[in-house]
C-alpha cells in the first residue's frame, strides 16, 4: 500500500517540496512541481523581448521589465526585507541589493539579467539538492501510511500505522510495501528488499521469518504479527539516519556558513566605499558605464561567494544519497571526511569477518573400531537432519556432500542445551547413539577410562566448538569453524592495496580460531580473548599514531565503535546498540561497500576541493577587472551565476553509485 500525498503532519516536519503540500488538489500540485524554475524560464522569455524591444520601443521593452522584476525579484525582495529587519546580512542581500541598485543607474536591463540568473540559480540549486535527497524522496514516496489489520474475529480493515501497537495481526497482499516490521505468522512469498539494501534479487520469505518495514510482497499473501511500533520500525530508522545525515553539516561547511555572513557584509561595504574613493582619488565619474556606481556594482556580483556557499552541501548531499541507494547509511557528512583521514581499519570476527554460520572443520575418529566412518557419517546426518541448532545443520550439510544412505530411526529424543539421544538400526540390530555436547557426552555415557581420557585430552587440545558422536564404544568429534563472508580475502584485500589500510582483528574469540580467520583472510595483526573494555583500550592505544575506523556488529563492539574515528556496523546481524554507537551502517552487511565507501569519501573531498577551486577562481579573476572597468555588469553577472551553476552540476556527479 503505497502513499499518495504527504499526511499534514509529516509535511510539516518534512523539508520537501511545496508539491508534495496536502492542502493542494492533484491538478495545483502538478502546476506547483518546480515552480521556482518555471517562474524563472518565464522571467527570462520576457527579459529577452525587453532586450530585443529596447531597440524598437523603449516604453514595451520597460513594460517587459516590469514583468521581469515581478517573477524573478519579488521572492528575492521579499525575504531581503526580513533579512535586513533581522540584521542577517547574507548573500541574497547582496545580490538583490545589487539588481535593483542597477535600475537607478539606468541598468535595468543588466539588473534584470542579474535577477534572472539568480532565480534560475536558485531553482537549479534546489533540482539539485532534491536530486542529491533522491534517496529519501524514495522512502518516503514507498512509506505505507496505512495498513491492513486483522481483527481476532477475523475482520479486516484499514488503520494508521501510527496507531498500531507491537503484537497486531496486519495482512500484506501480492505488491504491497510492508507497513511495520514483524513476524509472518501465516503465508509465504519472495520480498524486495531493493529499498533496504540496494539489492533487487528476491528473497524467499516463510512462516516463523522476521519481515523488514519497507520490504516489498512480489507474490504471496502475508500474515505478520507486528514487532515495532511505526517510530521504531527498520524504515523509520533509516529516513531517520538519512534526515539526520543530511542536516550535519561537514567542518568545512560550517566554516563556510559562518563565514558567508561577515563576507557579505565586507563586500558591501567595499562596494560602497569604492562608489566613494574612485571619483574622490582617481576622478572617475558616478554615474555612466564606466562610472563609480557601475564599476562598484559589478565588483560586488562578481565578488558574491554564491558558488562557494553551494560548494559543499551539494557535494555531501549527494553523495549521502548516493550512499543511501547503495546500502550504506552515513549519520553526517562528516562521517566522510573521518573516513578519508583513516588509514588503518579494524573489524570484529565473529558475525563481522564471518556469517556466524558454523561449517563443520573435521571429523575424526577418536576411539574404537567396530564403526566405520561412513557409518558414523550416515548415523550423524540422520540425527541430525531432525534438530535445528547450528551444529546440527552444519553436520547435516557436512554429511549431504557425502551423498551417503541415511539410516532407519526407531526412537529419538532431544535434549535442549546437550544433544540428541536415538536408537538406530544398524545392521539389523537396534543400536543405542548419542551426539551432543562433549561434556554431556562424557557425563552420559558408560566409557571406559582409556575412551574417557582420549576425549578430554581433544577437548582440551581443540578450542573450535566441538560435537561428540557416540556409537556403542565407538567416539567420533566433529569440529567447527564459523564461515567467512563471501569473497572477504577479496574485499580485504582491495582495502589494503588500493584504499592503503592497514587491517587488524580485534575479537573476543580463543587464539586459534582467531588466526585460522586472520590467515584465511588475509589479515596479519591479531588481538584475541579481548572484552569489550580490551577492545575500547585497543582502539585508543591505535588511535594514537592513526585515524582508525572500526567494523563490528555486537553489544560488545559498541564502545569500540564510538569511540573509534569511525564506526561502521552492520545492518543485518548487528545489535541496536552497535548500530546507535556507529557513524556508518551497512544495511546489507556486504564488506564490499567498506572500499567502495572509502573511495566515494576521497571523491567527496576531491569535488568540494575542485568546487571551492572554481568558485574562488571566478572570484579573483573577475573582481579586479569589474572594478577597472575591464568587465561589463551584464559578464560580471554570467560569470558570477555561471560558476554556481557549474559548481552544483558537477557536484551532482558524485550521485553516481
Same mark, same amino acid.
Given at each position: 500500500?503505497?502513499?499518495?500525498?504527504?499526511?499534514?503532519?509529516?509535511?510539516?516536519?518534512?523539508?520537501?517540496?511545496?508539491?508534495?503540500?496536502?492542502?493542494?488538489?492533484?491538478?495545483?500540485?502538478?502546476?506547483?512541481?518546480?515552480?521556482?524554475?518555471?517562474?524563472?524560464?518565464?522571467?527570462?522569455?520576457?527579459?529577452?523581448?525587453?532586450?530585443?524591444?529596447?531597440?524598437?520601443?523603449?516604453?514595451?521593452?520597460?513594460?517587459?521589465?516590469?514583468?521581469?522584476?515581478?517573477?524573478?525579484?519579488?521572492?528575492?525582495?521579499?525575504?531581503?526585507?526580513?533579512?535586513?529587519?533581522?540584521?542577517?546580512?547574507?548573500?541574497?542581500?547582496?545580490?538583490?541589493?545589487?539588481?535593483?541598485?542597477?535600475?537607478?543607474?539606468?541598468?535595468?536591463?543588466?539588473?534584470?539579467?542579474?535577477?534572472?540568473?539568480?532565480?534560475?540559480?536558485?531553482?537549479?540549486?534546489?533540482?539539485?539538492?532534491?536530486?542529491?535527497?533522491?534517496?529519501?524522496?524514495?522512502?518516503?514516496?514507498?512509506?505505507?501510511?496505512?495498513?491492513?489489520?486483522?481483527?481476532?474475529?477475523?475482520?479486516?480493515?484499514?488503520?494508521?500505522?501510527?496507531?498500531?501497537?507491537?503484537?497486531?495481526?496486519?495482512?500484506?497482499?501480492?505488491?504491497?510495501?510492508?507497513?511495520?516490521?514483524?513476524?509472518?505468522?501465516?503465508?509465504?512469498?519472495?520480498?524486495?528488499?531493493?529499498?533496504?539494501?540496494?539489492?533487487?534479487?528476491?528473497?524467499?520469505?516463510?512462516?516463523?521469518?522476521?519481515?523488514?518495514?519497507?520490504?516489498?510482497?512480489?507474490?504471496?499473501?502475508?500474515?505478520?504479527?507486528?514487532?515495532?511500533?511505526?517510530?521504531?520500525?527498520?524504515?523509520?530508522?533509516?529516513?531517520?539516519?538519512?534526515?539526520?545525515?543530511?542536516?550535519?553539516?561537514?567542518?568545512?561547511?560550517?566554516?563556510?556558513?559562518?563565514?558567508?555572513?561577515?563576507?557579505?557584509?565586507?563586500?558591501?561595504?567595499?562596494?560602497?566605499?569604492?562608489?566613494?574613493?574612485?571619483?574622490?582619488?582617481?576622478?572617475?565619474?558616478?554615474?555612466?558605464?564606466?562610472?563609480?556606481?557601475?564599476?562598484?556594482?559589478?565588483?560586488?556580483?562578481?565578488?558574491?561567494?554564491?558558488?562557494?556557499?553551494?560548494?559543499?552541501?551539494?557535494?555531501?548531499?549527494?553523495?549521502?544519497?548516493?550512499?543511501?541507494?547503495?546500502?550504506?547509511?552515513?549519520?553526517?557528512?562528516?562521517?566522510?571526511?573521518?573516513? @578519508?583521514?583513516?588509514?588503518? !581499519?579494524? %573489524?570484529?570476527?565473529?558475525?563481522? =569477518?564471518?556469517?556466524? /554460520? *558454523?561449517?563443520?572443520? #573435521? +571429523?575424526?575418529?577418536?576411539?574404537?573400531?567396530?564403526?566405520?566412518?561412513?557409518?558414523?557419517?550416515?548415523?550423524?546426518?540422520?540425527?541430525?537432519?531432525?534438530?535445528?541448532?547450528?551444529?546440527?545443520?552444519?553436520?547435516?550439510?557436512?554429511?549431504?556432500?557425502?551423498?551417503?544412505?541415511?539410516?532407519?530411526?526407531?526412537?529419538?529424543?532431544?535434549?535442549?542445551?546437550?544433544?540428541?539421544?536415538?536408537?538406530?538400526?544398524?545392521?539389523?540390530?537396534?543400536?543405542?547413539?548419542?551426539?551432543?555436547?562433549?561434556?554431556?557426552?562424557?557425563?552420559?555415557?558408560?566409557?571406559?577410562?582409556?575412551?574417557?581420557?582420549?576425549?578430554? @585430552?581433544?577437548?582440551?587440545? !581443540?578450542? %573450535?566448538?566441538?560435537?561428540?558422536? =557416540?556409537?556403542?564404544? /565407538? *567416539?567420533?568429534?566433529? #569440529? +567447527?569453524?564459523?564461515?567467512?563472508?563471501?569473497?572477504?580475502?577479496?574485499?580485504?584485500?582491495?582495502?589494503?592495496?588500493?584504499?592503503?589500510?592497514?587491517?587488524?582483528?580485534?575479537?573476543?574469540?580463543?587464539?586459534?580460531?582467531?588466526?585460522?580467520?586472520?590467515?584465511?583472510?588475509?589479515?596479519?595483526?591479531?588481538?584475541?580473548?579481548?572484552?569489550?573494555?580490551?577492545?575500547?583500550?585497543?582502539?585508543?592505544?591505535?588511535?594514537?599514531?592513526?585515524?582508525?575506523?572500526?567494523?563490528?556488529?555486537?553489544?560488545?563492539?559498541?564502545?569500540?565503535?564510538?569511540?573509534?574515528?569511525?564506526?561502521?556496523?552492520?545492518?543485518?546481524?548487528?545489535?541496536?546498540?552497535? !548500530?546507535?554507537?556507529?557513524?556508518?551502517?551497512? =544495511?546489507?552487511?556486504?564488506?564490499?561497500?567498506?572500499?567502495?565507501?572509502?573511495?566515494?569519501?576521497?571523491?567527496?573531498?576531491?569535488?568540494?576541493?575542485?568546487?571551492?577551486?572554481?568558485?574562488?577562481?571566478?572570484?579573483?579573476?573577475?573582481?579586479?577587472?569589474?572594478?577597472?572597468?575591464?568587465?561589463?555588469?551584464?559578464?560580471?553577472?554570467?560569470?558570477?551565476?555561471?560558476?554556481?551553476?557549474?559548481?552544483?552540476?558537477?557536484?551532482?556527479?558524485?550521485?553516481?553509485?
Amino acid at each position: 500500500m503505497t502513499k499518495g500525498p504527504y499526511l499534514f503532519d509529516e509535511f510539516f516536519s518534512s523539508n520537501f517540496d511545496e508539491s508534495l503540500s496536502p492542502f493542494l488538489t492533484p491538478s495545483s500540485r502538478k502546476f506547483a512541481k518546480n515552480l521556482s524554475l518555471k517562474g524563472s524560464l518565464a522571467a527570462a522569455v520576457f527579459l529577452f523581448f525587453a532586450f530585443i524591444l529596447s531597440f524598437y520601443h523603449t516604453p514595451s521593452s520597460y513594460i517587459c521589465l516590469l514583468f521581469v522584476y515581478f517573477l524573478a525579484g519579488t521572492e528575492a525582495f521579499i525575504e531581503t526585507i526580513k533579512d535586513i529587519k533581522k540584521l542577517n546580512i547574507n548573500i541574497d542581500v547582496l545580490m538583490t541589493l545589487a539588481a535593483f541598485l542597477s535600475v537607478l543607474i539606468d541598468s535595468a536591463l543588466e539588473g534584470g539579467l542579474l535577477l534572472v540568473l539568480f532565480a534560475l540559480s536558485g531553482a537549479m540549486e534546489d533540482l539539485v539538492e532534491r536530486k542529491s535527497r533522491s534517496a529519501l524522496y524514495k522512502l518516503h514516496e514507498i512509506a505505507p501510511t496505512f495498513a491492513l489489520v486483522v481483527s481476532k474475529n477475523g475482520s479486516i480493515y484499514e488503520k494508521s500505522i501510527k496507531e498500531i501497537q507491537a503484537g497486531t495481526h496486519i495482512m500484506i497482499r501480492p505488491g504491497d510495501v510492508i507497513a511495520l516490521d514483524g513476524k509472518i505468522l501465516k503465508g509465504s512469498s519472495f520480498v524486495n528488499l531493493v529499498h533496504l539494501t540496494g539489492e533487487s534479487q528476491p528473497i524467499s520469505k516463510q512462516e516463523g521469518d522476521m519481515i523488514q518495514a519497507g520490504a516489498l510482497n512480489l507474490d504471496g499473501s502475508l500474515v505478520i504479527e507486528v514487532t515495532k511500533s511505526s517510530s521504531d520500525s527498520t524504515l523509520s530508522r533509516i529516513i531517520k539516519l538519512i534526515n539526520e545525515a543530511q542536516q550535519t553539516k561537514p567542518k568545512v561547511q560550517n566554516f563556510l556558513d559562518q563565514f558567508s555572513r561577515a563576507y557579505a557584509v565586507t563586500i558591501i561595504c567595499l562596494s560602497a566605499s569604492f562608489m566613494v574613493i574612485l571619483p574622490l582619488f582617481f576622478g572617475i565619474p558616478m554615474q555612466g558605464n564606466e562610472g563609480a556606481i557601475y564599476r562598484s556594482l559589478a565588483f560586488l556580483i562578481a565578488a558574491s561567494p554564491c558558488a562557494i556557499i553551494i560548494a559543499t552541501p551539494t557535494a555531501y548531499l549527494s553523495a549521502i544519497s548516493a550512499c543511501a541507494r547503495k546500502g550504506v547509511l552515513l549519520k553526517g557528512g562528516g562521517a566522510l571526511d573521518a573516513l @578519508a583521514e583513516c588509514k588503518m !581499519i579494524a %573489524f570484529d570476527k565473529t558475525g563481522t =569477518l564471518t556469517t556466524g /554460520n *558454523l561449517r563443520c572443520r #573435521s +571429523f575424526e575418529r577418536i576411539y574404537g573400531s567396530s564403526c566405520s566412518e561412513e557409518e558414523a557419517l550416515s548415523i550423524a546426518g540422520t540425527l541430525e537432519r531432525q534438530a535445528a541448532h547450528p551444529i546440527a545443520k552444519a553436520i547435516y550439510e557436512y554429511v549431504s556432500k557425502k551423498e551417503l544412505l541415511l539410516h532407519e530411526v526407531v526412537s529419538f529424543r532431544s535434549l535442549a542445551g546437550f544433544g540428541l539421544e536415538a536408537v538406530v538400526l544398524l545392521s539389523g540390530k537396534h543400536q543405542e547413539v548419542f551426539i551432543g555436547n562433549p561434556k554431556y557426552i562424557l557425563a552420559k555415557a558408560n566409557l571406559d577410562k582409556t575412551a574417557h581420557d582420549l576425549l578430554e @585430552a581433544q577437548i582440551h587440545k !581443540i578450542n %573450535f566448538p566441538l560435537c561428540v558422536l =557416540l556409537i556403542g564404544n /565407538n *567416539l567420533f568429534l566433529f #569440529s +567447527f569453524v564459523d564461515e567467512l563472508r563471501a569473497n572477504l580475502k577479496e574485499n580485504l584485500l582491495n582495502l589494503k592495496e588500493k584504499e592503503k589500510l592497514s587491517l587488524v582483528i580485534l575479537t573476543g574469540d580463543h587464539k586459534e580460531s582467531a588466526l585460522q580467520v586472520a590467515n584465511q583472510a588475509g589479515i596479519d595483526q591479531v588481538h584475541f580473548d579481548l572484552r569489550p573494555e580490551d577492545k575500547l583500550k585497543k582502539i585508543e592505544e591505535l588511535s594514537t599514531s592513526f585515524h582508525l575506523a572500526m567494523v563490528g556488529d555486537g553489544i560488545n563492539d559498541a564502545p569500540a565503535l564510538a569511540r573509534s574515528t569511525v564506526g561502521i556496523s552492520m545492518g543485518e546481524v548487528g545489535s541496536d546498540t552497535a !548500530i546507535d554507537a556507529s557513524d556508518i551502517v551497512l =544495511l546489507k552487511d556486504d564488506l564490499s561497500l567498506i572500499q567502495w565507501t572509502f573511495s566515494k569519501s576521497k571523491a567527496t573531498l576531491s569535488v568540494v576541493r575542485q568546487n571551492l577551486t572554481l568558485a574562488l577562481g571566478v572570484i579573483f579573476l573577475a573582481t579586479t577587472p569589474a572594478l577597472l572597468g575591464w568587465i561589463p555588469l551584464w559578464l560580471a553577472v554570467i560569470l558570477h551565476e555561471g560558476g554556481t551553476v557549474i559548481v552544483g552540476i558537477n557536484s551532482l556527479r558524485l550521485l553516481k553509485k
